[in-house]
């Protein structure tokens, strides 16, 4: 069965900083992959997806993933972070085929200090 | 539009009872999924709805489980004889659903919270 790996469970930044969030899957072939975000006290929101195409993706919000194939990795960037982008990020997956359910990673607490 | 609702936002009950987890889907939306989320962990797949059916239902846990979506709209999700173990987030989701060639972006409620004492 895949699984999504996030190594970094809780990252604190400064305003203005530069953001990576990890994300690797564990899948021998074609996924789509996605990121959520659930802001506090909110529900979990779709931040981009890929699903084929341009391995850059960019999604709401000023952020954007690069797809890896060869890593199997699906990074989670953004050049400056403010204070409302404290939340927590979930990068997720659902191989290509017949299935449809989302398989997530554990979740990055992200706590951006103003 | 409206999204995802779940009812209720909370539900506190006693180890052994029975509980029902209401999920209201987006209008038009013929995908429905029931997620699980304990603490500090991501949301893991309980069961998935095309219409009226279960399309897959390989995520419940055991038998006390039970979710049905009778008029393909609405669905509850059912947890017979709760454990403590039951204690978690309920999440539901709903996509629209144009074929199997097709991944279709799936829209989370806010969750029901389910405590077991």
């Known amino acids: 069965a895949q699984s999504v790996s996030q190594h970094n469970h809780h990252v604190i930044l400064s305003e203005a900083a530069s953001l990576e969030l990890g994300c690797n899957y564990s899948y021998g072939g074609t996924v789509n992959l996605f990121w959520y975000v659930q802001y506090p006290g909110q529900h979990l929101q779709l931040l981009l997806k890929y699903f084929s195409g341009d391995p850059l993706v960019k999604g709401i919000k000023g952020f954007e993933a690069e797809f890896i194939k060869s890593k199997f990795s699906f990074n989670l960037r953004k050049p400056s972070v403010q204070w409302s982008d404290t939340a927590e990020y979930f990068c997720?997956?659902?191989?290509?085929?017949?299935?449809?359910?989302?398989?997530f990673g554990s979740g990055t607490q992200l706590t951006v200090l103003p | 539009g409206a999204g995802v609702s779940q009812t209720p936002s909370n539900k506190v009950t006693e180890k052994g009872k029975y509980v029902e987890l209401r999920c209201d889907p987006i209008s038009g939306h013929t995908a429905l999924y029931w997620y699980r989320q304990s603490l500090g962990q991501g949301p893991e797949f309980l069961i998935y709805f095309q219409g009226t059916g279960a399309a897959d239902d390989s995520g419940l846990p055991n038998d006390r489980f039970f979710a049905v979506r009778p008029e393909g709209s609405v669905s509850t999700l059912k947890i017979q004889r709760t454990e403590r173990g039951d204690s978690a987030v309920y999440l539901c989701?709903?996509?629209?659903?144009?074929?199997?060639?097709?991944?279709?972006?799936?829209?989370f409620g806010p969750g029901t919270r389910l405590t077991v004492l």
């Open positions: 997720a997956v659902i191989p290509s085929g017949s299935a449809r359910q989302l398989t």
């Open positions: 989701a709903s996509s629209l659903s144009r074929g199997l060639r097709n991944v279709d972006t799936q829209y």
